[in-house]
């Protein structure tokens, strides 16, 4: 090809291409419909988007509303228990209105059970012999008027019997067939139907323990507990343990204080009224480091959460959380807290 055909060429071919790109190029209306379309979808998108969230959030909100309805959680409560009266009885409830309550401030003590010294007696023969027979051990029983053993007088030869002055039990036996009876004792008796706890008080409690104050005696493992009452109180001390004897009169007629035992004693030295106060079983730990006591109202058994202050041991005073006349449960309320944690665990899963 000749250099002027190929210059025209390649001109043309520029010209041609040159051309063909501003066709391609968009009109102005084109544009402008295009950014308003794109306006458009991003408006409605941002308008949609806050009605969705707004929808949304009402929503979540109702739902979570309902949730704390249906589990009991409105208002701050935990749901009340529900328990046919046959349940009740099963776990022993014992529901009692609260009120005022006198709190005893006592004074602890140590001691041991023994026999009531004035309802002992020694038996001894009544003309010296031979002990032919004995019809006791230690730890019979024995009536008043029941034979104990027959003694042969050493005068007359005649046999006789040597009966218990009064209804009890043997504690000591001191003679055995063909020993000779003497002034000495053969038996000792003791009526049990009543007995003694001797307390070790120390001189820094002597001046608050008189005669006549209320005691409450237990058993060393917390399983028995009796009342009783101070009826002497030793004017001298025990050089060996600093201490002064003070007694206590305690019934027995069960026969469930054997002499011998250790005990425990909280001797009454002072009395304070309250005006509002519930029995100590009621309170139980429902939340962390917080007690309450459970109601007895129309919804059922219901815990709510008090605030106390003086305890004795048998009452605790409540500040606040409930009202004077409200139906507390006592004994059995151990029950009730097993069963909220039953609920408790099936509502986390």
């Given at each position: 090809?000749?250099?002027?055909?190929?210059?025209?060429?390649?001109?043309?071919?520029?010209?041609?291409?040159?051309?063909?790109?501003?066709?391609?190029?968009?009109?102005?209306?084109?544009?402008?419909?295009?950014?308003?379309?794109?306006?458009?979808?991003?408006?409605?998108?941002?308008?949609?988007?806050?009605?969705?969230?707004?929808?949304?959030?009402?929503?979540?909100?109702?739902?979570?509303?309902?949730?704390k309805a249906e589990h009991g959680e409105e208002g701050g409560h935990a749901e009340a228990i529900k328990l046919t009266p046959e349940a009740r009885k099963a776990a022993g409830l014992v529901v009692a209105p609260a009120g005022p309550a006198s709190l005893i401030e006592s004074v602890p003590l140590y001691?041991?059970?023994?026999?009531?010294?004035?309802?002992?007696?020694?038996?001894?023969?009544?003309?010296?012999?031979?002990?032919?027979?004995?019809a006791v051990k230690v730890g019979d029983a024995v009536r008043q008027g029941q034979a104990l053993a027959s003694v042969e007088s050493n005068e007359s030869l005649q046999v006789y019997t040597t009966t218990s002055p009064l209804a009890g039990v043997i504690t000591e036996r001191l003679t055995n067939p063909?020993?000779?009876?003497?002034?000495?004792?053969?038996?000792?008796?003791?009526?049990?139907?009543?007995?003694?706890?001797?307390?070790?008080?120390?001189?820094?409690?002597?001046?608050?323990?008189?005669?006549?104050?209320?005691?409450?005696?237990?058993?060393?493992?917390?399983?028995?507990?009796?009342?009783?009452?101070?009826?002497?109180?030793?004017?001298?001390?025990?050089?060996?343990?600093?201490?002064?004897?003070?007694?206590?009169?305690?019934?027995?007629?069960?026969?469930?204080?054997?002499?011998?035992?250790?005990?425990?004693?909280?001797?009454?030295?002072?009395?304070?009224?309250?005006?509002?106060?519930?029995?100590?079983?009621?309170?139980?730990?429902?939340?962390?480091?917080?007690?309450?006591?459970?109601?007895?109202?129309?919804?059922?058994?219901?815990?709510?959460?008090?605030?106390?202050?003086?305890?004795?041991?048998?009452?605790?005073?409540?500040?606040?959380?409930?009202?004077?006349?409200?139906?507390?449960?006592?004994?059995?309320?151990?029950?009730?807290?097993?069963?909220?944690?039953?609920?408790?665990?099936?509502?986390?899963?």
């Amino acid at each position: 090809m000749k250099p002027l055909l190929r210059s025209t060429t390649l001109l043309l071919i520029a010209l041609s291409l040159a051309a063909c790109g501003g066709a391609e190029k968009a009109p102005p209306e084109a544009h402008a419909d295009e950014k308003g379309h794109a306006h458009d979808d991003a408006k409605g998108h941002e308008t949609g988007d806050a009605h969705d969230e707004s929808e949304g959030h009402k929503e979540g909100d109702r739902h979570e509303a309902a949730g704390k309805a249906e589990h009991g959680e409105e208002g701050g409560h935990a749901e009340a228990i529900k328990l046919t009266p046959e349940a009740r009885k099963a776990a022993g409830l014992v529901v009692a209105p609260a009120g005022p309550a006198s709190l005893i401030e006592s004074v602890p003590l140590y001691g041991v059970v023994k026999p009531n010294a004035e309802r002992m007696r020694s038996v001894t023969a009544r003309f010296p012999g031979v002990v032919r027979s004995v019809a006791v051990k230690v730890g019979d029983a024995v009536r008043q008027g029941q034979a104990l053993a027959s003694v042969e007088s050493n005068e007359s030869l005649q046999v006789y019997t040597t009966t218990s002055p009064l209804a009890g039990v043997i504690t000591e036996r001191l003679t055995n067939p063909g020993e000779q009876a003497e002034t000495a004792p053969l038996f000792t008796v003791a009526d049990l139907s009543s007995v003694w706890v001797e307390l070790s008080l120390f001189p820094r409690d002597r001046a608050r323990v008189r005669m006549g104050q209320d005691v409450r005696v237990s058993a060393t493992d917390g399983g028995l507990t009796g009342d009783g009452k101070i009826v002497f109180v030793s004017p001298l001390g025990t050089g060996a343990t600093q201490t002064i004897t003070a007694r206590v009169l305690l019934d027995n007629a069960e026969g469930q204080w054997a002499p011998g035992l250790f005990v425990r004693a909280e001797v009454s030295v002072g009395k304070t009224d309250v005006p509002l106060a519930v029995p100590v079983a009621a309170l139980q730990e429902l939340d962390e480091g917080g007690l309450s006591v459970f109601v007895d109202d129309a919804d059922g058994l219901e815990p709510r959460p008090v605030k106390t202050g003086r305890n004795d041991g048998r009452f605790v005073e409540i500040l606040e959380g409930i009202s004077t006349g409200d139906p507390v449960v006592g004994e059995g309320s151990f029950v009730l807290k097993a069963e909220q944690g039953k609920g408790g665990a099936e509502h986390g899963h």
